[in-house]
């Protein structure tokens, strides 16, 4: 049997394995092990846990990513996410539609501060979906504001899964965070546009609120200035060279930590509450990039994504058809798997037939490989968000959810077209 047969094989057990509800890190870790014993009855497969273990720990661009889950941790804590509900609710809570598009502009600002999906869309149905519901929202109009302004939290940076690519691909985490700043605006408009879509459609929904006065928007904006402040000093130091990545993280999580304590609203059992989860989510993904290097190893032994991207070459066809393709089964992969499952599987065989040989540009690829999994977080069967949302409010029927996030895979889909015919749009501030 060839080794590049060996690492099919291997490919296809893997995804078996996955789909049995074993967990990626072990799946890869076991089947990495075992595929290389095959290719190799000599190796010395169990260095590879050591090697692989020290150099995740060992990293220092990987330092980022506990910074940024204990960030978002304490800025749940410390209520912020509500404050700055009321800030977009007093400013756009009078029009049609106006808590939907409130509720979407939250997500972008949390997702600034938090750099997660799930996050955030959990943290949205505590704030939103009380208030929505008490103005009359229906539950689809709810349930699609929610689940798609959550994915925000992936492409506004800060983002986890950026800092994953960028570990993965030896590019620049800065480059990246200026790369997403001009998609993410677009999302957002793009999200506004689909929550019209579908007021359009249902005209009866999404009845505005009384128009806020002036003194309670000053107010709004007062109670947020924290909030702002940590976003603005996080970022803009991030973005204007002040400070790198990682100091700036470092310093978002001690203005987090300083609002939580000065409101009063930290407790030893909170405390305590948030470090457990930060340490889950962080220990998780260690796991799955140690897990991923094992895998890879074994990959690069059979040959395999060497001949894939070889074999794709001698098509002589036209780059943009290629990375369409690609494009679209991304979206059938995310319909089935996690996220960063999707993304990590797949790096050894995608990232060097689009930049090795088709010759786009890394940071642009991983713009586009994160709102690509962005759709793959509200699509069914597999839409962590949508797991989420009807996780936390089982009295969300799944029909309502589906219903509600059409119009927003649907400018999805737009954004990914629009980025794709012209990518230079994205590279303008790298």
């Known amino acids: 049997m060839s080794p590049i047969l060996i690492g099919g094989l ?19 870790a076991l089947v990495g092990v075992i595929g290389t014993l095959v290719l190799d009855p ?48 007093a400013w756009g809570g009078h029009l049609r539609g106006g808590l939907a598009i409130t509720t979407v502009g939250t997500s972008a600002i949390f997702g600034a501060i938090c750099g997660s999906s799930v996050a955030t869309t959990a943290t949205m149905v505590q704030v939103a979906l009380p208030e929505m519901r008490r103005r009359g929202y229906s539950d689809a109009l709810i349930a699609g504001s929610i689940a798609g302004g959550g994915t925000l939290g992936s492409l506004i940076p800060p983002s986890v899964i950026m800092v994953v690519y960028a570990i993965l691909t030896q590019q620049s985490v800065l480059d990246l965070f200026r790369a997403a700043v001009i998609p993410g605006l677009v999302a957002i408009a793009l999200y506004f546009l689909a929550i019209r879509l579908f007021l359009m459609r249902h005209p009866g929904d999404g009845q505005p609120a009384p128009r806020a006065n002036w003194g309670e928007r000053v107010r709004a904006t007062t109670q947020a200035r924290l909030t702002l402040l940590v976003a603005g000093v996080m970022l803009g130091g991030i973005y204007s060279g002040i400070f790198t990545v990682t100091e700036g993280a470092a310093i978002g999580v001690l203005l987090v930590l300083a609002a939580s304590l000065l409101r009063k609203k930290l407790t030893r059992e909170n405390f305590a509450a948030t470090l457990i989860r930060a340490a889950s989510n962080i220990g998780m993904i260690y796991l799955i990039l140690i897990g991923a290097e094992i895998y890879k190893s074994f990959l690069t032994l059979s040959g395999l994504p060497a001949a894939t991207v070889a074999w794709v070459g001698g098509l002589d066809l036209p780059p943009m058809v290629i990375i369409s393709v690609v494009i679209l089964l ?101």
């Open 330 to 430: 991304y979206l059938a992969l995310g319909c089935v798997f996690d996220a960063m499952a999707a993304m990590i599987l797949t790096m050894p065989f995608v990232f060097p037939l689009v930049v090795g040989q088709l010759g786009f540009d890394p940071v642009w690829w991983g713009i586009m490989n994160v709102m690509i999994i962005e759709i793959g977080m509200i699509t069914p069967p597999v839409g962590i968000n949508i797991f989420v949302l009807n996780g936390m409010r089982p009295d969300l029927a799944i029909k309502d959810i589906y219903r509600g996030i059409t119009p927003f895979v649907a400018v999805d889909l737009i954004r990914i077209l629009i980025f794709l015919l012209f990518p230079g749009l994205m590279l303008v501030l790298v």
């Open 10 to 28: 291997g490919l296809l057990c893997l995804l078996g394995v996955i789909l049995f509800n074993v967990p990626i890190a072990a799946a890869m």
């Open 42 to 89: 000599l190796a010395s497969v169990f260095s590879l846990f050591g090697t692989s273990t020290v150099q995740a720990l060992s990293s220092q661009d990987l330092i980022v990513i506990p910074l940024f889950i204990l960030m978002g941790g304490f800025a749940i804590v410390s209520g912020l996410s509500t404050e700055i509900y009321r800030l977009a609710h």
